[in-house]
């Protein structure tokens, strides 16, 4: 992953509610499995073992984050176990089938849950992170995002 990429999730990251985190999450692993993808096409088995692991560090995260006094956290958690497994036998194989199957389910998780979340009007957990207003102006290659209060009050408030 890029670092303009992970700068953008981390942006993503503070200001999502707790479903945006879960899509955010789902967009994640789908990023690892698209690049586990492109290194399994060049015959990089290092990269691509690499990027499945990242993708099944946020499959975990996926399952700690289940409230499992909830009817559907039981059913993610085994799915979520089921697609760790998965991704394991695609890194001792070394195909692509499993990757391939994986994304699938977890791109209908993530649009599932991107329907959810536009049900839902959620604020977004962090509260004292910095305003920022893309679009206000335009770089010569690129838009250029704002912050409003340049780090004034930011993190935590004792």
């Known amino acids: 992953m890029t670092d303009e990429r992970k700068k953008e999730f981390t942006l993503k990251i503070s200001q999502a509610g707790p479903a ?23 015959q990089d088995r290092e990269a691509f073992r690499q990027k499945i692991h990242l993708a ?31 991704l394991a036998k695609a890194i001792t194989r070394f195909t692509i ?3 391939q199957e994986t994304k699938a389910i977890l791109q ?23 305003k920022v207003y893309a679009g206000l102006t335009y770089g010569r290659h690129a ?6 209060d340049g780090g004034a009050g930011r993190g935590f408030l004792v």
């Open 20 to 42: 945006g985190l879960t899509i955010l999450l789902y967009e994640m692993t789908l990023e690892y499995l698209r690049e586990a993808e492109q290194s399994y096409q060049k």
């Open 56 to 86: 099944q560090n946020c499959i975990r995260m996926q399952q700690k984050s289940l409230q499992m006094e909830y009817e559907p956290a039981k059913t993610l958690f085994s799915l979520y176990t089921f697609l760790h497994s998965h």
């Open 97 to 99: 089938e499993q990757v």
């Open 108 to 130: 209908k998780l993530h649009d599932a849950y991107q329907k959810a979340e536009k049900m839902e009007q959620e604020e977004p957990l962090m509260t004292n992170t910095q």
């Open 143 to 148: 838009l250029v995002e704002n912050l409003t």
